[in-house]
């Protein structure tokens, strides 16, 4: 799964020493434990981004924006997913509740409270609708074949925080 190839629960129940349903039983759904393991890698790579991120203010958002979709485009295993399994892809990408999305929306909100004043930093609903916005314009044209546009959603980004900056 890490180098982009298909995890198969078979497989990994062989590996395991145990039966595909055993596996089912302790770990869930495929979706599910491809879920965990995307949520971890998301929330490294936040982190990363968060810590590599310059500016000042706002525009430091928009730096961890553009420094997170260029960490996640060198990941074989997001890039093998979206381009073998589009809906599994968008799926956990954009779920609201998907460990992706509250990795992101962590990371976004302790860099915002590093920048901001406590009375700036958006709610929590703000968070999540800047990053479903930027992730899905993210990944969306990389599922129709357009490649990374990281401009339009580090603009969405920016928007979403000039909106509330009193």
Not at 18 to 30: D, K, N
Not at 94 to 113: E, F, K, P
Request: glycine share 8%; hydrophobic share 45%.
């Amino acid at each position: 799964m890490l180098l982009g190839e298909r995890l198969d629960l078979g497989e990994l129940a062989r590996e395991q020493g145990a039966s595909r349903a055993s596996i089912h039983r302790w770990f869930g759904t495929r979706e599910t434990i491809l879920d965990g393991i995307l949520g971890d890698i998301a929330a490294e790579i936040a982190a990363r981004a968060g810590s590599d991120a310059r500016g000042e203010g706002d525009e430091r958002a928009c730096d961890f924006t553009r420094r997170l979709i260029a960490l996640t485009y060198a990941l074989p295993a997001m890039t093998a997913l979206v381009e073998n399994e589009p809906e599994v892809a968008m799926r956990l990408a954009l779920r609201r509740t998907g460990a992706i999305h509250r990795s992101v929306s962590a990371a976004l909100t302790d860099l915002l409270r590093e920048v901001r004043p406590p009375s700036r930093v958006p709610a929590a609903e703000k968070i999540d609708l800047i990053v479903q916005a930027a992730t899905g314009l993210v990944w969306a044209s990389q599922m129709i074949g357009e490649g990374p546009r990281p401009e339009e959603a580090v603009a969405t980004v920016r928007a979403l925080l000039a909106d509330d900056a009193g």
